[in-house]
């Protein structure tokens, strides 16, 4: 069974930075897409940043020019950079990844979430 697991959440004053890292193990032939989302108190699920494989990289209107994300390959891992946090970016931040492993195919795979609390 592939897992993710996050790292890195946390709190921090408005204006500061944050890093998170998310990464998957498990029997894993091939991760397509792998991305973050975010979850603020009684709002759904959004979009933060996504990066593909080939390395196209997609933002959230929220996060572009604040926020970049980046992949390890060869460790199964993705990094979400936050720069000049806001209060509004106060959310559980979910690493996804699309995976496809030896066992059982395609699937799009969560992690369990970390708290990012940014501060005013």
């Known amino acids: 069974q592939v897992q993710l697991v996050e790292s890195g959440g946390g709190l921090v004053q408005a204006g500061g930075s944050l890093s998170l890292s998310c990464a998957a193990s498990?029997?894993?032939?091939?991760?397509?897409?792998m991305g973050w989302y975010r979850q603020a108190p009684g709002k759904q699920r959004e979009l933060v940043a996504t990066?593909?494989?080939?390395?196209?990289?997609n933002y959230a209107d929220s996060a572009k020019g604040r926020f970049t994300i980046s992949r390890d390959g060869a460790k199964n891992t993705v990094y979400l950079q936050m720069n000049s946090l806001k209060a509004e970016d106060t959310a559980v931040y979910y690493c996804?990844?699309?995976?496809?492993?030896?066992?059982?195919?395609?699937?799009?795979?969560w992690g369990q979430g970390t708290q990012v609390t940014v501060s005013s």
């Open positions: 990066e593909t494989r080939g390395g196209n990289r």
């Open positions: 498990g029997n894993i032939k091939r991760i397509d897409v």
């Open positions: 996804k990844g699309s995976v496809t492993d030896w066992d059982y195919g395609a699937n799009d795979y």
